[in-house]
């Protein structure tokens, strides 16, 4: 049945009072001709009519008090704010309507009693009759469990799940069969004037002048659909977000258009050799786990892009774990194979090659714990935590660990004229030549390179930390102000500094480890971040004083192309004499 803006006269009401020993499936009947619902229940004890009502129908979030006017709206609020994906739950069990009514009751009595977290890894949790018994009065949710399969369409729209399938399906390499897919997309998404998409006829149906501009664009990208197909079908979903027509699916796998790339950079030994020969962040793992054995000992364990294998083989190695699920989508996955078979592990790990994303329970089980060394040059590049955070929801328990459990980025401003002028002076006068133009891209592009700790002009300051139980994909873009007040007095303000930390710590272990990329802590792979100013992009640039306040804001986004890399930008001030204010904006690819 649909949800609609006002309760049908005839439709029943299921009050409080109700007797859960009365709602089974022999019980509930199907729509019949006149119109009745399938809440119709034969016996009347505990229903009563409900007289005609023009009050809106309100959806009411399952954890907190907001409302929504359609049920794919709170939905996904629940989603975005709670973590649950109520649909993915119910698909994940095969739930039919009785058992979703008893999904939704238990999830209800959980949050009235102040646990947002209930556990939902086995359906058994919430097969007791009691379930049947509504939480919420008159709730509006109950009424629509019918109508999940997809949003309400609106005319001229197609379906969200028209949409999710046509697009999903763009990952195929062959031009013919990506043509087809596109022809066959629903007459009422096209205009009949855009014709080269395909014959169109006997639909007077329109669609709305953005959509129109969509399918053109679409047109285009099929020009190079044959050798980069996955981001084209990126572009065609981020242009349907823009446009509000496909609701947000922090899961898509077509965020990562290169994703094929991307996974091939990771199948050479030389990138895990580098990775595994840097002795801080190897360490690290090793250590906490060694210093923490009690929170494995005899625990399931998920290492999300596993590599070859050593933080898997630490946890049950060092740690004691009963099971580890280690999961990498590259080729290297062949190598884990083999080390584990090598040490004598072949029982205790587990090697799945592919996408965590790709994967459901029947592939992975609930599991007590996720490690995974995810972070990329200034914590997020790669956006790989995108990943780690999907495995969390899908994948461990409420109660179980993340490993490492809190990440935090850091901003300091930088003075360094030795690296401007080997880098950027010296491009002026190359054998008597000007090659300046060779600088260009340096000022636009986030340098990787180690920053000594008395190139920093100011105290750090902490721009992003996350919570890595609670933290969402939507948290991973941000804005964030910042205030310095320098520590000596400069010639020029020459760039910004990026670094991070990620912090292992979690209830009832020896001690929090801090692994720390910053300039005064032993040098990493990582490295730290340079955001070189370019002086054209600066109002009266000069000398600073000690003591001087330099404010700003700072904000980190993907990267509209490929979900991957970010967009770095800095907005920033200072007052170097009495009303003289020096200010730049800045821009830089993390890349």
């Not at 029943?12 to 119109?35: C, F, H, K, Y």
């Not at 229940?41 to 009050?55: F, I, K, T």
């Not at 027509?245 to 030389?270: G, N, Q, T, V």
């Not at 190139?455 to 996350?466: D, E, R």
Request: charged content about 25%.
């Amino acid at each position: 049945m649909s949800a609609k803006t006002t309760l049908p006269v005839a439709r029943a009401r299921w009050t409080a009072t109700s007797d859960p020993s009365t709602l089974n499936n022999q019980n509930m009947i199907d729509e019949s001709v006149d119109g009745s619902d399938i809440l119709d229940v034969l016996g009347e004890e505990g229903w009563e009519d409900v007289e005609p009502d023009n009050e809106k129908v309100r959806f009411k979030s399952l954890y907190d008090d907001q409302t929504f006017e359609d049920v794919h709206s709170m939905l996904q609020h629940d989603l975005d704010t709670h973590r649950l994906d109520f649909k993915a739950v119910r698909d994940e069990f095969e739930l039919n309507f009785i058992d979703s009514v008893r999904l939704v009751n238990y999830i209800r009595g959980h949050a009235k009693n102040g646990n947002h977290n209930p556990d939902l890894s086995s359906k058994d949790l919430f097969s007791d009759d009691k379930y049947l018994q509504p939480v919420l009065e008159d709730d509006a949710l109950l009424f629509s469990l019918d109508d999940l399969g997809s949003p309400p369409e609106e005319e001229g729209v197609i379906s969200y799940a028209e949409r999710v399938q046509a697009f999903r399906n763009l990952h195929t390499t062959n031009e013919e069969e990506v043509q087809k897919i596109l022809i066959n997309i629903p007459d009422k998404l096209v205009d009949k004037h855009v014709t080269s998409m395909a014959q169109i006829s006997g639909n007077d149906n329109v669609a709305k002048p953005e959509e129109v501009a969509i399918i053109e664009r679409i047109a285009k990208s099929l020009e190079g659909l044959v050798e980069n197909v996955q981001y084209a079908a990126n572009f065609v979903v981020h242009e349907l977000r823009q446009y509000g027509k496909l609701s947000y699916d922090p899961y898509s796998r077509y965020h990562y258009p290169d994703d094929a790339h991307y996974f091939e950079s990771y199948d050479r030994a030389e990138i895990h050799s580098t990775m595994i020969k840097d002795k801080v962040r190897t360490e690290a793992y090793k250590t906490y786990i060694m210093d923490n054995s009690h929170l494995f000992k005899d625990k399931v364990v998920l290492d999300v892009g596993c590599g070859t294998g050593i933080l898997s083989i630490f946890a049950v190695r060092f740690g004691g774990a009963k099971l580890v699920y280690a999961v990498d989508a590259s080729q290297i996955i062949n190598v884990a194979r083999e080390v584990v078979f090598d040490n004598g592990l072949g029982d205790q790990v587990k090697c799945i090659h592919g996408k965590v994303e790709d994967m459901t329970l029947s592939d992975i089980p609930k599991v007590d714990i996720i490690i995974s060394e995810w972070m990329g040059y200034c914590l997020l590049y790669e956006g790989m935590l995108d990943s780690v955070l999907f495995a969390r929801d899908r994948f461990l328990k409420p109660d179980g660990i993340m490993l490492p459990s809190q990440a935090s980025i850091y901003l300091a401003p930088v003075e360094d004229p030795a690296y401007s002028l080997e880098n950027i002076a010296y491009w002026s006068n190359v054998h008597g030549l000007n090659m300046k133009a060779n600088t260009k891209t340096m000022f636009h592009t986030a340098k990787i390179r180690t920053i000594e700790h008395e190139n920093l002009i100011s105290k750090p300051s902490s721009i992003f930390t996350a919570d890595l139980r609670t933290v969402t994909h939507k948290d991973l873009e941000f804005t964030e102000n910042f205030e310095f007040t320098l520590t000596k007095d400069i010639d020029l303000l020459t760039g910004y500094a990026v670094f991070f930390d990620v912090t292992f710590h979690v209830d009832g272990d020896n001690g929090a480890l801090v692994l720390s990329t910053a300039p005064d802590q032993p040098v990493t792979h990582w490295e730290q971040a340079y955001l070189l100013i370019n002086k054209d992009d600066v109002s009266l640039y000069e000398s600073m004083k000690a003591g001087t306040v330099v404010s700003g804001n700072i904000t980190f986004a993907k990267d509209r192309q490929n979900m991957r890399e970010y967009v770095i930008k800095v907005k920033w001030s200072a007052c170097v004499r009495e009303n003289f204010i020096q200010q730049g904006t800045h821009k830089w690819d993390m890349k």
